[in-house]
């Protein structure tokens, strides 16, 4: 039997109002402990106030909103299906010959546009939320008053220092940061009164200062002298460095391909950047299979009266499912799984299963 295009809709219908139901309470959930945590942060610092500290944890929303996704597509479907068992709505649909795959297609499908909004509309909104979020947390928490860029035309980093800023450019990087060569080094008196200029062929990071060879000296009141090693003083450390990276949450889908071949170029790993591309695009692929995990229980509870048992065993299949693949993106962070691999696993894993669950259960 085909099912109608009304019960196609109308099935579609309960999927979106199950999801945003569910989203909706973990979202305010993850608002409600992100704002705690950030008062608590927030408790013995003069400069932050509550008008602050609210609008730092709206910044959070839309990232958590992204990660909780999965989990509001596997309860919303679930939801949705115990909706429609309950009222024996999906009961009269089986008798009247619609399959499971019929009257779960309106929610894959729902699920993969979901996934698709979320990467490439949706995520843009969020990465430059979390940038700004990023930009305060330096600010206010860790008083951070180093930064660093990677563009086309090299690398910059900006210093503080006891006689006032500096701000450093590299042609070319190695040692993961540890090494620039072709190296500018602008000094600045206050906040922009320039005080000087060294470049050098190479600058090498030591224990609080950078080691430049083969350098030239320069600035507004005094000729330029040529000297073989020079020393500038620094608070940046390497692991400070590679941490002022912007963090792969804060790029967009769009952003984050060319950003990593400007990483690539630059002389710096890009594993954190890839494996979050990754993870995005495999995104739609892991709602599908949160959609196929409810159904799979879903399906059961059609034919059985024990419904508390079964959406329990389901939510927890599906809770288990999402942590193996933090494990899983754990490894691949670390690098002891190709990046792709590392992404595209939980989803490929968890939609295998749960359509072979499927296959099983109707048709075997």
Do not use: C
Request: glycine share 8%; aromatic share 10%; net charge negative.
């Amino acid at each position: 039997m085909r099912m109608s295009y009304t019960l196609t809709l109308y099935f579609g219908r309960q999927f979106l109002l199950g999801m945003g139901i569910v989203l909706a309470v973990l979202a305010s959930v993850a608002f409600l402990f992100e704002l705690a945590e950030l008062m608590r942060r927030a408790a013995n610092r003069e400069e932050m106030d509550a008008v602050l500290v609210f609008q730092m944890a709206l910044l959070r929303v839309p990232l958590l909103t992204q990660k909780i996704l999965p989990i509001a597509a596997l309860f919303g479907s679930m939801l949705a299906f115990y909706w429609l068992t309950r009222s024996q709505q999906l009961v009269v649909a089986r008798g009247a010959g619609v399959s499971v795959w019929q009257f779960i297609m309106p929610a894959l499908l729902l699920a993969g546009g979901v996934g698709i909004f979320s990467i490439t509309v949706f995520d843009p909104f969020a990465s430059a939320a979390a940038a700004r979020f990023e930009q305060l947390e330096a600010r206010y928490f860790r008083g951070q008053t180093s930064s660093l860029a990677v563009s086309q035309n090299g690398l910059w980093l900006r210093q503080a220092g006891p006689d006032g800023q500096s701000v450093i450019h590299s042609e070319h990087v190695g040692q993961q940061g540890e090494e620039l060569g072709e190296v500018t080094i602008y000094f600045y008196e206050g906040a922009d009164r320039f005080a000087g200029r060294v470049d050098a062929e190479t600058a090498v990071l030591r224990e609080g200062h950078w080691e430049l060879f083969n350098v030239l000296l320069s600035g507004p009141d005094r000729a330029p002298q040529h000297i073989e090693r020079y020393i500038v003083p620094t608070t940046l450390t390497l692991a400070r460095i590679q941490d002022s990276f912007a963090p792969p949450e804060t790029l967009s889908f769009w952003e984050l391909p060319a950003f990593i071949d400007t990483l690539r170029e630059a002389g710096f790993s890009a594993l954190n950047h890839r494996l979050h591309w990754h993870t995005l695009l495999s995104s739609p692929l892991l709602l599908l299979a949160m959609v196929l995990i409810a159904a799979t229980f879903s399906l059961r509870l059609t034919r059985h009266g024990y419904a508390g048992l079964l959406i329990v065993g389901g939510v927890f299949v599906g809770l288990v499912l999402y942590v193996a693949g933090d494990i899983v993106l754990a490894l691949g962070l670390a690098g002891n799984v190709p990046a792709a691999l590392a992404a595209w696993t939980p989803a490929g894993v968890s939609t295998l299963l749960g359509a072979a669950t499927l296959f099983h259960l109707e048709d075997g």
